[in-house]
């Protein structure tokens, strides 16, 4: 398994350096990285899944993509690693508890592909992929298996109250019934689900409040509204 250098030099020194440590010394911090990580990762995914599931059509690709690459999963898996503690924080974000932050951990991880990527070539991107993030590929999947209790369990770790819901509208006729439920938190409407029962228009609702928030502990609850379409892809906005 390719390991992670405990002294990180070059480009993975600086994958590590937060804005904020930057801001303070004058130095380049690892924004520039993060955003080509982003990209790496994304190629990287549909790679993997194109080759894994060759009877899957384009729609469940991209699912399995944006689930690998969820906000909860990157910090996951640069936990794995031991980003945390290498991660070059400025004083007052080291002090909030910036090193367990979802947010900047897997900003980190983008960024550490990205020299990766950059130093290693394609070859040394795709080991490092395997090696770091596909083990966490099975639990991302089952997240999404279980939307309603992977929110629940998102939102309370992020020491916030259990979501609840609520039917916005039923329509058609009795037997041909569609559902649009709102899924909330202390009052703040976080997404909408769509479906043919009620318990569909929940599990789509939780579903797209995971899409639309990274795995529901990188933001305050509300901060960004989703709808689950009936073509199965989120759409949100801030």
Not at 62 to 82: I, P, Q
Not at 169 to 182: F, L
Request: contains cysteine.
């Amino acid at each position: 398994m390719k390991a992670f250098p405990e002294k990180p030099e070059g480009l993975l020194a600086q994958a590590l350096v937060h804005p904020s440590f930057a801001a303070e010394t004058g130095g380049e911090d690892n924004q520039r990285l993060e955003f080509l990580g982003d990209a790496v990762l994304g190629l990287l995914a549909a790679k993997h899944f194109f080759a894994a599931r060759p009877e899957a059509g384009e729609g469940e690709l991209t699912d399995a993509r944006s689930r690998l690459a969820r906000e909860a999963t990157l910090a996951r898996a640069a936990r794995g690693l031991g980003l945390g503690e290498k991660l070059r924080l400025g004083t007052g974000e080291a002090k909030q508890g910036g090193r367990g932050k979802d947010a900047i951990l897997a900003d980190a991880f983008e960024a550490v592909m990205a020299a990766v990527w950059m130093t290693e070539g394609m070859a040394g991107a795709e080991e490092a992929f395997a090696a770091w993030l596909l083990p966490y590929a099975a639990e991302a999947e089952e997240a999404c298996d279980n939307p309603k209790g992977a929110l629940q369990e998102a939102l309370q770790k992020a020491g916030k109250e259990i979501p609840a819901y609520e039917t916005v509208s039923v329509e058609g006729p009795a037997h041909a019934r569609h559902w649009k439920v709102a899924v909330l938190c202390a009052g703040e409407r976080l997404a909408e689900g769509e479906g043919g029962s009620k318990k569909e228009a929940e599990a789509a609702a939780a579903r797209a409040a995971l899409a639309a928030s990274g795995g529901a502990s990188g933001g305050a609850a509300g901060e960004l509204q989703a709808k689950w379409t009936s073509g199965g892809h989120a759409v949100w906005r801030a």
